[in-house]
């Protein structure tokens, strides 16, 4: 299993899972013949987080998740903002139109 994959189960678990607020998946989809890594994680409310891999272990997506709603970034983002709702989601966020 590649390291990267393994990594973002272990960051979920030891935030989320041990935390007791939620679980924590690791799916592998093959989808045209491409295999995907995917790590989801629920809470026991309604936001979320999701990763993605290729087979050789690079990022191809992260997002924040809130009941119907996702907003995309990196990878970084996601993980140095763990707690955080981006603008997409958090309406408190968002900046009026002009």
């Not at 994680?41 to 191809?60: K, M, P, Q, R, S």
């Not at 709603?69 to 763990?82: P, T, V």
Request: with cysteine.
């Amino acid at each position: 299993m590649m390291k990267s994959f393994v990594n973002s189960y272990r960051f979920y678990q030891k935030n989320v899972a041990k935390e007791d607020f939620g679980c924590v998946y690791n799916l592998i989809v093959t989808i045209e013949k491409l295999r995907i890594f995917t790590t989801r994680v629920t809470t026991d409310g309604d936001d979320g987080w999701l990763e993605i891999y290729d087979v050789g272990g690079n990022n191809l997506g992260a997002a924040r998740t809130s009941c119907d709603k996702i907003a995309w970034r990196s990878l970084d983002y996601i993980r140095e903002n763990f707690s955080a709702f981006p603008p997409e989601i958090d309406r408190k966020l968002r900046k009026p139109k002009q």
